[in-house]
C-alpha cells in the first residue's frame, strides 16, 4: 500500500514561488500517475496538476497553467508541485494522491492514498 505525504507549504506573499513536495513510502512513484489537488473549506477538491505513469502526459487546469509545474523525481520517491507567480486565491490546503490506471491522465476519481494535506497561505 503506498503511503504519500506531503510537505512544504507556508505562509508566502502574492508573486513569490513555492515548491511541495509528495514523498512516497511502501510503493514506487515512478510507476503510478499521481495528482495534486487542492482544497479551501466550503469547496470542493479540485485537480491542480497530474502526471501520467509514463510521464509522457501532463494536465493542468486553466487556473494554474504556466505557474504550476509537476515533476517527478524517481531517485527520491518523490513528485514535486513547483508553484511560480502565486496569487492570494491559491490559498488552499495541497493533497497528493495516486491512481493505478496506467493510460494517460486517470479520472479524478480514480485518485486514492490521500495523506493529512499541507496548507499555502499566499497574503495579497
Do not use: H
Request: glycine content about 10%.
Amino acid at each position: 500500500q503506498v503511503r504519500l505525504v506531503e510537505s512544504g507549504g507556508k505562509l508566502v506573499q502574492a508573486g513569490d514561488s513555492l515548491r511541495l513536495s509528495c514523498e512516497a513510502s511502501g510503493g514506487t512513484l515512478s510507476s503510478i500517475a499521481v495528482g495534486w489537488f487542492r482544497q479551501t473549506p466550503g469547496k470542493e477538491r479540485e485537480i491542480v496538476a497530474a502526471i501520467a505513469r509514463s510521464e509522457s502526459s501532463k494536465v493542468y487546469p486553466d487556473s494554474v497553467k504556466g505557474r504550476f509545474t509537476i515533476a517527478r523525481d524517481n531517485a527520491k520517491n518523490t513528485v514535486y508541485l513547483q508553484m511560480n507567480s502565486l496569487k492570494p486565491e491559491d490559498t488552499a490546503v495541497y493533497y497528493c494522491a495516486y491512481s493505478t490506471i496506467s493510460i494517460g491522465i486517470p479520472p479524478s476519481f480514480s485518485y486514492r492514498g490521500w495523506g493529512q494535506g499541507t496548507q499555502v497561505t499566499v497574503s495579497s
